[in-house]
């Protein structure tokens, strides 16, 4: 069946330290790769997303993920995050075969400490 | 930026009624989508909506769920006889296509429903 996993269930940080949250998904074909996040009260927003072309993809407020075919991931990285950054970050893939259908992470809950 | 509106924020409701959450989508949107997360677990794909009818549906979506465009604007989702493993926080999202050609979905705030 297919699956999206975040290994990460709560990630603690200080600012100013680097970010790096995995997912993994277990479809094998064409897919295209999302990253949502959701602060405090809010709604899902797109941080950003990989359709096609150079796998290494550049979001909103300094986040960046790449996307590693071979190993079926497309991690999240920030090189130093901010308390701002507290939320909670969601992966979701898109398959090729479906009209639309998400399938998300369970989700990953980042605190950043000032 | 234009948002996708839900209303209510949080619904109670005693077991066995109905339901209907409500959702503006995005204006010049034409795919319309339904997501639940129940506390502590995963986002789940309930439905797609295109061109009136439904697009797809997850094995979550049974007989007990509907969706309707009423008008050109509000895009709702029915729960006609709620039971207590329905309350979760409920999504809606829209996108301009389908999600596969570089159109991401944009999602609502959320309806909490709890079902007493």
């Known amino acids: 069946a297919q699956s999206v996993s975040q290994h990460n269930h709560h990630v603690i940080l200080s600012e100013a330290a680097s970010l790096e949250l995995g997912c993994n998904y277990s479809y094998g074909g064409t897919v295209n790769l999302f990253w949502y996040v959701q602060y405090p009260g809010q709604h899902l927003q797109l941080l950003l997303k990989y359709f096609s072309g150079d796998p290494l993809v550049k979001g909103i407020k300094g986040f960046e993920a790449e996307f590693i075919k071979s190993k079926f991931s497309f991690n999240l990285r920030k090189p130093s995050v901010q308390w701002s950054d507290t939320a909670e970050y969601f992966c979701?893939?898109?398959?090729?075969?479906?009209?639309?259908?998400?399938?998300f992470g369970r989700g990953t809950q980042l605190t950043v400490w000032p | 930026e234009p948002e996708v509106t839900q209303t209510p924020s949080h619904q109670v409701t005693q077991m066995g009624q109905e339901v209907i959450l409500r959702c503006v989508p995005i204006?010049?949107?034409?795919?319309f989508y339904w997501y639940r997360q129940i506390l502590g677990q995963k986002v789940e794909f309930l439905v797609s909506?295109?061109?009136?009818?439904?697009?797809?549906k997850s094995e979550i979506f049974d007989d007990q769920f509907s969706v309707e465009r009423p008008d050109g604007s509000n895009f709702t989702l029915k729960i006609r006889s709620t039971k207590l493993e329905d309350s979760a926080m409920y999504f809606c999202a829209s996108s301009k296509s389908g999600t596969g050609i570089n159109q991401p979905q944009h999602f609502g705030d959320g309806t909490r429903l709890s079902i007493l």
């Open positions: 909506f295109y061109n009136n009818e439904i697009s797809e």
């Open positions: 979701a893939v898109y398959r090729g075969s479906t009209l639309g259908r998400l399938y």
């Open positions: 204006s010049n949107h034409l795919y």
